[in-house]
């Protein structure tokens, strides 16, 4: 499917799957019909990431892909906030410095 789904989709969907109740006050959504039909249906209009970088050139931390997966949060230099739909990527990458945005 091209159906564009976010990382809280996977409680909802996997309680689902599993024949568990699904609690009414979490934010993501049950796809469970995604993964069963294979469906292409529109889940949901625009999806929302956010993700550390670790670049050496703080400036321009787009071109660096060093990935941050084993680095402490204090360590991280630039967090990246993309808003994405089905033909766009919008990403603002902001400086940070290891506590907040700065």
Same mark, same amino acid.
């Given at each position: 499917?091209?159906?564009?789904?976010?990382?809280?989709?996977? $409680? /909802?969907?996997?309680?689902?799957?599993?024949?568990? @109740?699904?609690? +009414?006050?979490?934010?993501?959504?049950?796809?469970?019909?995604?993964?069963?039909?294979?469906?292409?249906?529109?889940?949901?209009?625009?999806?929302?990431?956010? $993700? /550390?970088?670790?670049?050496?050139?703080?400036?321009? @931390?787009?071109? +660096?892909?060093?990935?941050?997966?084993?680095?402490?949060?204090?360590?991280?230099?630039?967090?990246?906030?993309?808003?994405?739909?089905?033909?766009?990527?919008?990403?603002?990458?902001?400086?940070?410095?290891?506590?907040?945005?700065?």
């Amino acid at each position: 499917s091209d159906s564009l789904v976010e990382a809280v989709d996977l $409680y /909802p969907t996997l309680a689902s799957l599993a024949g568990l @109740p699904v609690p +009414d006050d979490l934010d993501g959504l049950d796809i469970s019909d995604l993964v069963r039909k294979n469906a292409s249906k529109i889940v949901k209009e625009q999806v929302f990431s956010e $993700y /550390p970088r670790c670049p050496k050139n703080i400036s321009t @931390p787009w071109t +660096d892909t060093t990935s941050c997966v084993h680095t402490h949060r204090e360590n991280f230099t630039s967090m990246g906030y993309s808003v994405r739909t089905d033909t766009w990527r919008y990403t603002a990458w902001m400086h940070w410095d290891s506590e907040r945005l700065a």
